[in-house]
């Protein structure tokens, strides 16, 4: 299995703020890497694919990097919306996993 | 655009069988890979598997030997039986779709989430 491991698993932070949310497989993925965001009660929404590639309709300042077995994603500046629980998930083989989460707070 | 929407108990009995359906609607289940993905309350996301329109699958090792998925395209539905189930196959259970044709494993959209508990 592909383990990814996902750090923080917490991050407290104000509105305006840069946040960057970091992914570790535990084998080399290439690109084939998504990031998610759950809010409370609520599905996951795909936020990137492909490591960089921007969902339709998700807003510019979400930017997804990385390649191999580190990646990142960030918000460039964090707005109130964005306040919920990301999860990266690899797809480089049959058995997809999912990171344990990072959960990003009001500071 | 396309909608997805989870049935089925929300509770069972342990050792009997979970199942659940996901009917699709606003487009057509074919051409596309189905996934069924669960969260333990408070916990992160496992995927159970998935199917093709074609009804090839792939299940997760952890849980291939109780896992079960179908397709039937004329009601644009998919299925999962999941056996001898115990309190850790609590959990709210999703299905989700494929973002594209091309099976690449990621997903969009997901259905809603239905809760199923395992209790006595």
């Known amino acids: 299995d592909i383990q990814m491991t996902q750090s923080p698993s917490s991050v407290s932070a104000s509105v305006g703020d840069r946040v960057t949310i970091t992914c570790r497989a535990s084998q080399g993925i290439s690109s084939w890497l998504a990031w998610y965001q759950q809010k409370p009660g609520k599905a996951p929404k795909l936020l990137i694919y492909a490591a960089s590639s921007l969902q339709s309709g998700v807003p510019s300042r979400f930017s997804g990097s990385g390649s191999g077995t580190d990646f990142t994603l960030t918000i460039s500046s964090l707005q109130p919306e964005d306040f919920a629980t990301y999860y990266c998930?690899?797809?480089?083989?049959?058995?997809?996993?999912f990171g344990g989460g990072t959960k990003v707070e009001i500071k | 655009q396309v909608q997805l929407q989870e049935s089925g108990p929300g509770l069972v009995k342990p050792s009997e069988t979970l199942s659940l359906t996901c009917t699709v609607s606003g487009g057509s289940i074919s051409s596309y890979y189905w996934s069924w993905i669960r969260q333990p309350a408070g916990k992160g996301l496992e995927w159970i598997g998935r199917i093709y329109t074609s009804g090839s699958t792939n299940y997760n090792p952890s849980l291939k030997s109780r896992v079960t998925m179908s397709v039937d395209t004329s009601k644009n539905q998919f299925s999962l039986k999941l056996s001898s189930v115990t309190a850790a196959d609590t959990a709210v259970y999703y299905c989700?779709?494929?973002?594209?044709?091309?099976?690449?494993?990621?997903?969009?959209?997901w259905g809603q989430g239905t809760l199923v508990t395992v209790s006595s």
């Open positions: 998930q690899q797809a480089n083989s049959f058995l997809l996993t």
């Open positions: 989700a779709r494929d973002l594209d044709e091309y099976g690449a494993g990621w997903f969009d959209p």
